[in-house]
């Protein structure tokens, strides 16, 4: 809402320069969630127990909120590099095609370009801009380890060992993770969800299906198992009737 009304007056003649450009901005203008909203989601995901478990602390829900403005602080005072700075830190990568460099940078201009205008506004960074912010600049390490620092020097109310777990949470929410049992990519559904209630039924739903489909394939292969136990009794038959009662009986076993 706020920010796509305010970007949308700035006169950066972006279109004209790089349609690309243009295209990336109505991407981070449209983007949602939100990083703060992001967060939020982080904080019900950590609530219903389920990050908590694979770490020997629990974090609280006043924890989590300090923990949330500790990395919110974090997000707004971060400085970014300027374009050639950044492409001194981050060369062309040997796997990366000369067109997927120039895309790259150009992503990176964009955000540099509304980043800017957001400042310029009195605007949260973490209020107008979403996961791109993150990828797209490659600064979520420096952001991560700045906040670390700022919790171990001057932030009194949590904890170093607090703050990692809520960090590497969220860092692992943005990481394309396709192994469903690593505990903490797994939620990033919900963590970068527009709609966390929608996406939290909508998560359920495929677990029923899931389960039911679990449920019906051991049903089958419990069928089939039967079937190949009346097979090898029908084929042994004679043999086994033949056995009759000189077959040892666990009594019989010492």
């Known amino acids: 809402g706020i920010i796509k009304a305010d970007i949308s007056t700035v006169d950066m003649n972006l279109g004209e320069e790089n349609r690309e450009l243009d295209a990336y901005i109505m991407i981070v203008m449209n983007e ?20 908590s478990s694979t770490s020997e602390v629990e974090l609280s829900t006043e924890v989590l909120l300090q923990c949330a403005k500790a990395l919110l602080h974090s997000v707004q005072d971060h400085q970014l590099l300027s374009v050639a700075n950044f492409c001194d830190a981050f060369p062309q990568e040997e796997s990366e095609s000369g067109l997927s460099r120039l895309n790259n940078i150009c992503r990176y201009k964009c955000i540099l370009a509304l980043r800017e205008h957001t400042l310029l506004q009195n605007q949260k960074i973490s209020k107008c801009f979403g996961i791109s912010y993150f990828k797209w600049t490659k600064c979520w390490p420096d952001i991560k380890k700045k906040a670390l620092y700022n919790v171990e020097t001057t932030n009194k109310l949590l904890s170093y060992n607090e703050m990692e777990i809520f960090l590497n949470a969220y860092e692992a929410s943005m990481n394309e993770v396709d192994n469903i049992s690593n505990t903490l990519s ?18 359920q739903e495929i677990r029923k299906l899931k389960v039911s489909s679990q449920s019906l394939l051991e049903e089958k292969q419990d069928d089939l198992n039967d079937r190949r136990i009346e097979d090898t009794v029908e084929e042994h038959k004679e043999n086994i009737i033949t056995l009759g009662p000189s077959t040892p009986s666990l009594n019989d076993v010492n």
């Open 32 to 51: 949602k969630p939100k990083i703060s909203d992001s967060l939020k989601n982080l904080i019900s995901v950590f609530a219903g127990g389920n990050i």
């Open 186 to 203: 797994e939620y990033r559904d919900l963590i970068w969800a527009e709609n966390f209630t929608v996406a939290l039924q909508r998560r």
